[in-house]
């Protein structure tokens, strides 16, 4: 009997830069996401061993319960990472630092008898993983470790509704085609702004670098803190520079 299909969110992470690391850093940067990830799935309330769970390799491929809430995937699930893995790249060298890019979906899968997805979405998944959005973003955001691209599905019904702890105007909509797979999605590096290239090659504002990138934390008390990728900071404090 064929299996019923099954809504699933479904996640994929892989490790920028993976290759030519030899087998000896290899094995500790999988390590490294392996626990990441399970602890922020954790802290995002999706039952890590109640998860479907491919090795990639390079990555790993998550099919989440039925029934999960999409929105966790991303909140705080994706910013839970992002800490993990930028406190684990402060103390390592270079042949064991993680960055990844993360891609999320949903639809209609199939559960095979020995516990593995199947179908039409996962193949999407794989496009949005390997889309050139996310590998740019990660380029122009050394300090970055995570760089997520949502399906235009997954945003529709999670990022537009402004779910608590996601910021729909933190997500970039872009444009790839990724083998046979032309589509559009939405980027978001956290803890960062994205900016699209302007006019005459300037970024919005008329200030930074080609597809620079401006980084947002708060400052203690009124003032917000602008970093740019360049290594400018600006403090605007009461409306004043």
């Known amino acids: ?79 839970e990472l992002a800490v993990r893995l930028r406190a684990h790249n402060e103390l390592a060298g270079p042949l064991t630092r993680v960055r990844v890019r993360v891609a999320l979906h949903a639809g209609d899968v199939r559960i095979t008898p020995d516990g593995r997805a199947v179908g039409r979405p996962l193949e999407v998944l794989a496009r949005l993983l390997d889309a050139s959005p996310a590998r740019d973003a990660l ?45 559009s ?18 970024a919005p504002g008329g200030g930074g670098a080609p597809g620079s990138v401006r980084m947002i934390s708060r400052a203690s008390g009124n003032g917000t803190v602008y970093a740019l990728g360049s290594g400018t900071q600006n403090i605007h404090i009461d409306g004043k520079a």
């Not at 000896?24 to 109640?50: D, H, K, M, P, Y």
């Not at 122009?140 to 945003?155: I, Q, Y």
């Not at 529709?156 to 990724?178: K, L």
């Open 1 to 79: 009997m064929e299996e019923e299909p099954e809504y699933r969110a479904l996640f994929a992470a892989d490790i920028e830069g993976s290759a030519g690391r030899g087998d000896v850093a290899l094995r500790q940067v999988r390590e490294v996401l392996s626990t990441a990830l399970r602890e922020s799935f954790g802290r995002s309330g999706i039952e890590w061993e109640e998860c479907l769970r491919d090795d990639l390799g390079d990555g790993m491929r998550v099919t989440a319960p039925a029934g999960v809430q999409k929105a966790r995937l991303i909140h705080p699930l994706v910013h």
């Open 185 to 202: 999605a939405w980027l978001h590096v956290p803890e960062y702004k994205v900016l699209a290239p302007g006019p005459a090659g300037r």
């Open 139 to 183: 380029a122009r955001t050394p300090g970055a470790a995570v760089a997520l691209l949502v399906s235009r599905h997954f945003h529709e019904e999670t990022v537009c509704h402004g779910s608590p702890g996601i910021d729909p105007a933190a997500f970039r909509e872009v444009t790839f085609t990724e083998k046979e797979y032309t589509a």
